[in-house]
């Protein structure tokens, strides 16, 4: 009588491999899907976190979001607008915050500027600011500098403003101009509606800091918004409509 030896064979059955491959590709899918969930959710609560605080050395707090390096609050474009309108046309014959005389800033052979003016200045792109200028100093009579006539710009309308393509903006401005003579009382009144061009630059840092001379930190202080003006035209309301 024959004996036959049973043989277990050295592989599964192919049913059994099947089952095999199919458990282990489904626990490795499971883990990826667990994955991407987890990373999901971290990228979520980052950005939930766009806009933080930050206290500085003075006890100041501030606002800190992250965004593109070409992006501008809509109040920082307006305020700069504003300043710029204050500074070119509001006249004094003393030196902002001080007593002492202002001599002005020389704009060619014969033009002269007052010296906020010339500050403002920095707030246009260098060869706009280079056109600019002349005509200003035209417009700056030399009695201001003997404080026989003073200048107060006011601002009725300031439009938000309009994004024209990354990293420019058109905002409008409505203001009035007032020349003021102090010898005689009279004043004259000088409409100055314009729509401007704003443009995101690169915001310059001192290399020296606090311990720079008060020009510099003032001149890097007038660049700080990342801002220059770049056109300037008659504002006209026709066109918005």
């Known amino acids: 009588m024959e004996i036959k030896r049973l ?33 999901a959710f971290r990228v979520n609560k980052m950005a939930e976190r766009k806009t933080t605080f930050a206290q500085l050395l003075n006890g100041e707090t501030i606002y800190i979001s992250e965004q593109d390096r070409n992006w501008r609050y809509p109040g ?7 300043d710029w309108t204050t500074l070119t046309f509001n006249w004094d014959e003393k030196l902002t915050g001080t007593n002492q005389p202002d001599q002005g800033v020389q704009v060619g052979k014969k033009g002269r500027i007052p010296t906020t003016a010339w500050f403002a200045s920095l707030l ?25 006539i003073r200048s107060t710009t006011i601002i009725s309308y300031l439009s938000e403003p309009r994004a024209i393509r990354l990293g420019e903006w058109e905002i409008d401005m409505v203001a009035t101009r007032i020349l003021v003579d102090r010898t005689t009382g009279r004043d004259e009144r000088i409409s ?14 001192s290399p ?4 720079a001379p008060l020009v510099e930190q003032k001149i890097y ?3 700080s918004s990342g801002l220059q003006i770049i056109r300037m035209v008659e504002f006209n309301p026709q066109q918005r409509r």
């Open 221 to 223: 202080e007038m660049r």
């Open 124 to 148: 246009l792109e260098p060869e706009f600011a280079k056109a600019s200028l002349p005509k200003i100093a035209e417009l700056v009579p030399t009695s201001v500098f003997t404080g026989q």
């Open 208 to 211: 020296l800091g606090k311990d």
């Open 76 to 82: 920082v474009i307006q305020k700069v607008v504003s």
């Open 192 to 205: 100055f509606n314009r729509t401007f061009t704003v443009q995101a630059v690169e915001i310059p840092r």
């Open 7 to 39: 043989q277990s064979p050295l592989l599964p059955e192919s049913k059994n491999l099947l089952a095999i491959c199919f458990l282990c590709l489904t626990a490795f899918n499971s883990l990826i899907f667990l994955l991407i969930l987890f990373t």
